[in-house]
């Protein structure tokens, strides 16, 4: 038997992905739509070539028809552990990405964090929070994706 929460980041993240798509109304998930999908919001030019241009690098973005934006949801999930120390409060994210919500922030984008915290009985929590720099340590890796090969291979 395997526990969910001892595997790879990756997959957490991709469980998120789908847990986040699922309290965000009307959104797209990225990872399932081709970037054509695009077409049919009234947003400038720029930022869909924007969207065109990074769209295998987003998670969810969404038209807010209430403000007429378009809002970009960065979704990164998590196991809870009560004792974490509070440098590792914060969410891994490459020179790269960052760039990339940076550009979107300056091109009039709402860009948003959904944080979903998992616990050890698969209950989670979850909070929206506008995008913010100082919430994400610079890493010039991935994260952690290649736990769940020594969790397999460590396993008899």
């Avoid at 209430?66 to 490459?94: C, D, F, G, L, T």
Wanted: with cysteine; aromatic share 16%; charged share 30%.
């Amino acid at each position: 038997m395997f526990n969910v929460m001892d595997l790879d980041n990756n997959v957490k993240g991709y469980i998120g992905e789908e847990i986040a798509s699922h309290f965000i109304n009307k959104r797209i998930r990225c990872k399932r739509f081709q970037p054509d999908i695009i077409n049919d919001y009234s947003i400038s030019d720029t930022q869909k070539e924007f969207l065109r241009k990074n769209w295998k690098y987003l998670d969810i973005i969404r038209f807010n028809d209430n403000i007429q934006k378009m809002e970009i949801y960065e979704v990164k999930s998590r196991k809870y552990v009560p004792s974490r120390k509070p440098i590792w409060n914060k969410h891994a994210i490459s020179p790269f990405v960052l760039n990339i919500y940076e550009l979107a922030i300056k091109l009039n984008m709402d860009v948003k964090i959904f944080e979903i915290l998992f616990y050890k009985d698969w209950n989670f929590s979850y909070i929206i929070k506008q995008f913010d720099k100082k919430h994400f340590s610079i890493s010039k890796t991935r994260g952690q994706g290649s736990n769940y090969k020594n969790y397999f291979l460590n396993k008899k």
